[in-house]
């Protein structure tokens, strides 16, 4: 029942969250929304028994990423209003057509799929602690796991290079 | 009343849904980036719930790795957002349709 009671609150906050990002002109309030989404899904981890991923939601995405959109608003975003209102209604008219009608698809193609689990007498316990997560991350999929090594320097020297290369001269690129 | 797996997918869906909706509607590109972002973290949903349901640990290591991806994809994003910035003096994507045909 407690499960349910807290399901039912921040998947509202969630959803909330979700719209009032993309509705929100301030482009602050937007990234406050997705903040309280994010929270909401990582609480949700820890009612699925996901613990190690929602601590590593938090850390990663409440903490870096938005402590990063929120520099970067800081420099671009805040003082150029969004030309939201000005848009033409049948584009939004259309978007809300596009979003009902893949969220249907979405819940049509789950029905039509049997998830099965992994044995009749119901599903194993899960305890999704860092320590299972670990031995699966480094036992199976450890190949993957060292070319997310390399993305990651890889993203870090683009970064750099997209900071440091900024002088040439608009003439000299556009030829 | 107990929560099912068809709960969290269903607002995984709809998280996604908005998403979507998000990058279609908007046309400022930081806002549009933290729709895509939305959408990850929807998808990072299904993988948790799933992996709950089936009692598997792979779904969660398969989210581990949505975020090791959005995390490099955020940082270089930005990065173009900050620097077509600091030529064009603005962030929204209309107005930076210089490529188009």
Redesign the interface.
């Known amino acids: 029942?407690a499960?349910?009671i807290i399901?039912i609150l921040f998947?509202a906050v969630?959803?909330v969250g979700?719209?009032s990002?993309?509705t929100a002109s301030n482009?602050v309030y937007?990234?406050m929304g997705?903040l309280a989404?994010?929270f909401s899904?990582a609480i949700?981890?820890v009612?699925?028994?996901?613990h190690?991923?929602a601590a590593?939601?938090v850390i990663?995405?409440a903490g870096?990423?938005m402590t990063?959109?929120l520099f970067?608003?800081m420099?671009?975003?805040v003082d150029?209003p969004?030309?939201?209102g000005a848009?033409l209604p049948i584009?939004?008219f259309?978007?809300?057509v596009?979003?009902?009608g893949?969220?249907g698809a979405?819940?049509l193609a789950?029905r039509a799929v049997w998830?099965?689990?992994?044995d009749a007498f119901g599903?194993?316990?899960?305890n999704?602690t860092a320590e299972?997560?670990a031995?699966?991350?480094f036992g199976t999929?450890m190949v993957?796991f060292l070319s997310?090594v390399m993305?990651?320097t890889?993203?870090?020297v683009?970064?750099i290079a997209?900071?440091y290369f900024?002088d040439t001269p608009?003439e000299e690129v556009s030829e | 009343?107990?929560?099912t797996?068809?709960?969290?997918?269903?607002?995984a869906?709809?998280?996604?849904?908005?998403?979507?909706?998000?990058v279609?509607?908007?046309?400022?590109a930081?806002?549009m980036?933290?729709?895509i972002?939305?959408m990850l973290?929807a998808v990072?949903?299904t993988f948790?719930?799933?992996?709950?349901?089936?009692?598997?640990?792979?779904g969660?290591?398969a989210?581990?790795?949505v975020?090791?991806?959005?995390?490099?994809?955020?940082?270089?994003g930005?990065?173009?957002?900050?620097?077509v910035?600091?030529?064009r003096s603005?962030?929204?994507v209309?107005e930076l349709a210089e490529m188009s045909g």
């Open positions: 029942m499960e349910t399901f998947a969630a959803l979700a719209v990002m993309i482009t937007s990234a997705l989404t994010m899904i949700l981890y009612v699925l028994d996901a190690f991923v590593v939601q990663v995405y870096a990423v990063l959109f970067v608003i420099m671009v975003g150029k969004d030309a939201y848009q584009q939004r259309m978007t809300a596009v979003a009902l893949l969220f979405i819940a789950g998830i099965t689990g992994s599903t194993p316990a899960l999704g299972a997560v031995d699966e991350l999929w993957p997310t993305l990651l890889i993203a870090a683009g970064t997209l900071a900024r608009l | 009343m107990t929560v797996v068809t709960w969290f997918l269903l607002l869906a709809a998280l996604f849904s908005i998403g979507v909706a998000g279609l509607i908007r046309r400022n930081l806002v980036f933290m729709s972002e939305l973290n990072n949903l948790v719930a799933v992996s709950h349901e089936l009692g598997l640990i792979e969660q290591v989210a581990l790795f975020m090791v991806v959005a995390a490099a994809e955020v940082t270089v930005l990065a173009i957002i900050v620097a910035f600091r030529t603005t962030a929204n209309d």
